[in-house]
């Protein structure tokens, strides 16, 4: 296996943050946003109920941004528990 050369004193590389931080769109990140506004788009134009699917877009947006704040990726955490089965099942 080749050895990586040492980089020359004072160089250094640059790693943008963009690189590294999830997608968010309005403070949550994008699937949840997605997966918000379908549902509450469903309920405002398809049952006609338009208060009702403001108030779930706004409580649901709500709880996603508060739970984007403590972990940004938090829906491929919840996509990765529903989909394990219980290691200790009874």
């Known amino acids: 296996m080749a050895e990586a050369t040492p980089l020359p004193p004072g160089y250094s590389v640059p790693v943008h943050r963009s690189l590294t931080a999830p997608i968010l769109l309005a403070g ?16 405002g134009i398809g049952l006609q109920l338009w208060v009702v699917g403001l108030v779930f877009w706004i409580v649901a947006q709500g709880l996603c941004v508060f739970a984007a704040r403590r972990d940004p990726q938090f829906t491929d955490v919840l996509i990765r528990h529903i989909r394990q089965k219980a290691y200790y099942a009874c």
């Open 28 to 43: 949550a990140p994008r699937l949840a946003t997605i997966v918000n506004g379908t549902l509450a788009a469903a309920l």
